[in-house]
């Protein structure tokens, strides 16, 4: 029950000095974020849990184990209030090791490909399995899976609506749910409604998305109860919602280096940060070590001028609140979790120890605890499930025998904004197939479903990886994990898919006929089990040689991640082709045959 807060007849004796504290941090300089004050204080630890903080000298003994923190300072562990670990493609054990060392000690994660991929069962075992962590996984179920819910959908192996929801909400490691999408409460979505119901009558919170609302779209949606949004890309809208009563959560992440504009929101009006946070919703696993996850939104916020006293509170007084556990997590005050972080350096952030559930796990920046990952059941792998190999044939965009040129709808992503953009385009037809043109960037995307066996298979165009002749594959994709692949060649094409398809699901970078670079994920297809330094390794390699190809984007396989999300503008690919955000509407993508 270690979310949830017990009266501890051992913690009342300790704070009065009728029993001993079993560890002390002494010599610290407390960085107080309830009252946004830094002054000397000692903290007495009795279990998990802080007893007391200030002159502890009647509550510590002979037998308390002392840390001294040589006049630095102390901070709460820092919270990730919004977070979906499968992005880093490593177990939560994994994600734990490199976690903690960064100051991490709590994550509300949604888990949605767990979900997606394994059903109730799966995310029983990745929370049993980071319960024998020291990181704290808060469950914030995902509202959907898949996404849309309805047409456009996907074809995930478990699907998650109402019914599912109301399972998992009695769990003690549940809270309510994140990534309410906006439109399916204000498009009064029967199902949605129902979750936001079953949730809202164990009086428990709902967290949307609604990402560039502002005015009474947004204020709508905040009548139904709306505890918060994520990610702002502007400061008007940052403050119309902190203004409206919304917590705002802000993010520097590898899809958007926004935080040094949005964060302009809280430094240039010098409004209450009480309502803002920070979150990472998603990232790669060498981002937790360069350039770090909440430690980094931290510094960044500080170097983009936020007082530090208010970036740490971000981080862990109100990442707590927002989620209303405050009363557990997030301040170094008796009766909370003893997640405090020993730093020296407050500006630039440097962590040097961290004390997690009242153990000292990390000191010196180097993680003291060996953690086992858990042998995972055989249902986990080999999950990629094809009706037949797929052919190069399978690939290709065809049209009138006829035809000589076609103009067709291609979906451009620009280098930094993951969104799809229309790109008109005329393109070659040679015996009724419709041709990529890879020296203007206009590429061939497939989408292969792989859990059913239905064989569907969607085809679009897609402009702005200019990969000149590479070929890129991939199983993971939000919701559906289904195998996307981008290219010119349809033979690479293929030929990628069926190396994907081997693997058990990853990533790879092909050319000519050859793997250049992978990721082998075997465990659903989205995770290894290897370290996350191992992984960032990987993702290193693999994105290097796309972008040796030309690539323009920071992240080709991150950006790649999103393309099947209908509600992000202006299209998307599904199994079933492209859909339009604006219409909800499967498009045909050829607009015109010229013979
Ligand atoms: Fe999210």
Same mark, same amino acid.
């Given at each position: 029950?270690?979310?949830?807060?017990?009266?501890?007849?051992?913690?009342?004796?300790?704070?009065?000095?009728?029993?001993?504290?079993? +560890?002390?941090?002494?010599?610290?300089?407390?960085?107080?974020?309830?009252?946004?004050?830094?002054?000397?204080?000692?903290?007495?630890?009795?279990?998990?849990?802080?007893?007391?903080?200030?002159?502890?000298?009647?509550?510590?003994?002979? *037998?308390?184990?002392?840390?001294?923190?040589?006049?630095?300072?102390?901070?709460?562990?820092?919270?990730?209030?919004?977070?979906?670990?499968?992005?880093?493609? #490593?177990?939560?054990?994994?994600?734990?090791?490199?976690?903690?060392?960064?100051? !991490?000690?709590?994550?509300?994660?949604?888990?949605?490909?767990?979900?997606?991929?394994?059903?109730?069962?799966?995310?029983?075992?990745?929370?049993?399995?980071?319960?024998?962590?020291?990181?704290?996984?808060?469950?914030?179920?995902?509202?959907?899976?898949?996404?849309?819910?309805?047409?456009?959908?996907? /074809?995930?192996?478990?699907?998650?609506?109402?019914?599912?929801?109301?399972?998992?909400?009695?769990?003690?490691? /549940?809270?309510?749910?994140?990534?309410?999408?906006?439109?399916?409460?204000?498009?009064?979505?029967?199902?949605?409604?129902?979750?936001?119901?079953?949730?809202?009558?164990?009086?428990?919170?709902?967290?949307?998305?609604?990402?560039?609302?502002?005015?009474?779209?947004?204020?709508?949606?905040?009548?139904?109860?709306?505890?918060?949004? @994520?990610?702002?890309?502007?400061?008007?809208?940052?403050?119309?919602?902190?203004?409206?009563?919304?917590?705002?959560?802000?993010?520097?992440?590898?899809?958007?280096?926004? +935080?040094?504009?949005?964060?302009?929101?809280?430094? $240039?009006?010098?409004?209450?940060?009480?309502?803002?946070?920070?979150?990472?919703?998603?990232?790669?696993?060498?981002?937790?070590?360069?350039?770090? @996850?909440?430690?980094?939104?931290?510094?960044?916020?500080?170097?983009?001028?936020?007082?530090?006293?208010?970036? =740490?509170?971000?981080?862990?007084?109100?990442?707590?609140?927002?989620?209303?556990?405050?009363? #557990?997590?997030?301040?170094?005050?008796?009766?909370?979790?003893?997640?405090?972080?020993?730093?020296?350096?407050?500006?630039?952030? !440097?962590?040097?120890?961290?004390? &997690?559930?009242?153990?000292?796990? #990390?000191?010196?920046?180097?993680?003291?605890? *060996?953690?086992?990952?858990?042998?995972?059941?055989?249902?986990?792998?080999?999950?990629?499930?094809? /009706?037949?190999?797929?052919?190069?044939?399978?690939?290709?965009?065809?049209?009138?025998?006829?035809?000589?040129? =076609?103009?067709?709808?291609?979906?451009?992503?620009?280098?930094?904004?993951?969104?799809?953009?229309?790109?008109?385009?005329?393109?070659?037809?040679?015996?009724?197939?419709?041709?990529?043109?890879?020296?203007?960037?206009?590429?061939?995307?497939?989408?292969?479903?792989?859990?059913?066996?239905?064989?569907?298979?969607?085809?679009?165009?897609?402009?702005?990886?200019?990969?000149?002749?590479?070929?890129?594959?991939? &199983?993971?994709?939000?919701?559906?994990?289904?195998?996307?692949?981008?290219?010119?060649?349809?033979?690479?094409?293929?030929?990628?898919?069926?190396?994907?398809?081997?693997?058990?699901?990853?990533?790879?970078?092909?050319?000519?006929?050859?793997?250049?670079?992978?990721?082998?994920?075997?465990?659903?297809?989205?995770?290894?089990?290897?370290?996350?330094? $191992?992984?960032?390794? +990987? %993702?290193?390699?693999?994105?290097?040689?796309?972008?040796?190809?030309?690539?323009?984007?920071?992240?080709?396989?991150?950006?790649?991640?999103?393309?099947?999300?209908?509600?992000?503008?202006?299209?998307?690919?599904?199994?079933?082709?492209?859909? %339009?955000?604006?219409?909800?509407?499967?498009?045909?993508?050829?607009?015109?045959?010229?013979?």
């Amino acid at each position: 029950m270690k979310n949830k807060f017990m009266i501890d007849k051992s913690l009342i004796q300790t704070a009065l000095g009728v029993e001993k504290a079993g +560890m002390a941090i002494r010599n610290a300089r407390l960085v107080n974020v309830l009252t946004e004050e830094i002054y000397p204080a000692d903290v007495a630890i009795k279990g998990q849990r802080i007893a007391y903080v200030g002159d502890i000298s009647h509550c510590t003994g002979p *037998e308390t184990v002392v840390i001294d923190a040589k006049g630095k300072y102390i901070v709460p562990g820092l919270i990730d209030p919004h977070i979906h670990p499968e992005a880093c493609k #490593v177990p939560l054990t994994r994600l734990a090791q490199a976690m903690l060392p960064r100051g !991490t000690t709590t994550i509300f994660a949604g888990l949605d490909d767990y979900w997606s991929l394994f059903g109730i069962d799966g995310v029983r075992f990745a929370l049993d399995e980071a319960k024998k962590t020291p990181l704290r996984v808060i469950y914030h179920p995902y509202s959907r899976v898949p996404v849309t819910g309805f047409d456009p959908a996907s /074809t995930v192996a478990h699907e998650f609506g109402s019914e599912a929801i109301k399972k998992v909400l009695d769990w003690p490691e /549940t809270v309510g749910p994140m990534d309410m999408v906006i439109d399916w409460i204000l498009g009064f979505d029967k199902d949605m409604h129902e979750s936001m119901r079953a949730v809202q009558e164990r009086g428990l919170l709902v967290h949307g998305h609604d990402t560039f609302e502002v005015g009474p779209r947004m204020q709508a949606f905040l009548t139904t109860g709306i505890r918060s949004d @994520h990610v702002p890309f502007a400061v008007e809208e940052a403050l119309q919602k902190l203004r409206a009563g919304m917590w705002v959560m802000f993010c520097d992440s590898p899809i958007a280096r926004i +935080m040094p504009d949005v964060i302009r929101a809280l430094t $240039e009006t010098k409004i209450s940060t009480r309502h803002a946070t920070f979150c990472i919703d998603d990232m790669d696993s060498r981002d937790l070590f360069d350039p770090g @996850h909440i430690d980094h939104q931290i510094r960044t916020a500080i170097a983009s001028g936020l007082n530090p006293i208010q970036a =740490v509170q971000m981080a862990t007084l109100n990442a707590a609140e927002c989620h209303r556990m405050d009363h #557990v997590i997030g301040s170094i005050a008796p009766g909370r979790s003893a997640d405090i972080l020993v730093v020296g350096d407050l500006i630039r952030f !440097t962590i040097e120890m961290v004390v &997690s559930q009242g153990e000292l796990v #990390v000191d010196g920046g180097k993680l003291l605890k *060996e953690l086992e990952v858990p042998k995972y059941p055989s249902c986990f792998f080999n999950t990629v499930k094809l /009706t037949r190999e797929v052919t190069p044939d399978d690939l290709v965009m065809k049209t009138d025998g006829q035809a000589k040129q =076609v103009k067709a709808i291609a979906l451009h992503i620009p280098p930094y904004n993951p969104m799809r953009f229309k790109k008109e385009v005329t393109l070659k037809v040679i015996n009724g197939e419709v041709q990529p043109d890879p020296e203007n960037d206009i590429l061939y995307c497939a989408m292969v479903e792989r859990h059913r066996r239905t064989g569907n298979i969607g085809l679009g165009l897609i402009n702005g990886f200019n990969l000149n002749g590479g070929t890129i594959a991939t &199983s993971v994709m939000v919701p559906s994990n289904n195998i996307t692949c981008l290219g010119s060649n349809k033979q690479d094409m293929a030929f990628a898919i069926k190396r994907v398809a081997k693997m058990g699901g990853g990533q790879v970078a092909v050319r000519d006929g050859k793997v250049i670079a992978e990721i082998p994920l075997p465990i659903g297809g989205i995770l290894a089990d290897v370290s996350s330094e $191992e992984m960032a390794d +990987m %993702e290193r390699k693999l994105t290097d040689v796309v972008h040796s190809w030309g690539c323009p984007m920071p992240r080709p396989f991150f950006f790649l991640m999103f393309l099947e999300i209908v509600p992000l503008p202006d299209y998307a690919l599904t199994e079933y082709g492209v859909a %339009e955000f604006k219409t909800l509407k499967y498009i045909d993508t050829i607009t015109e045959v010229i013979k």
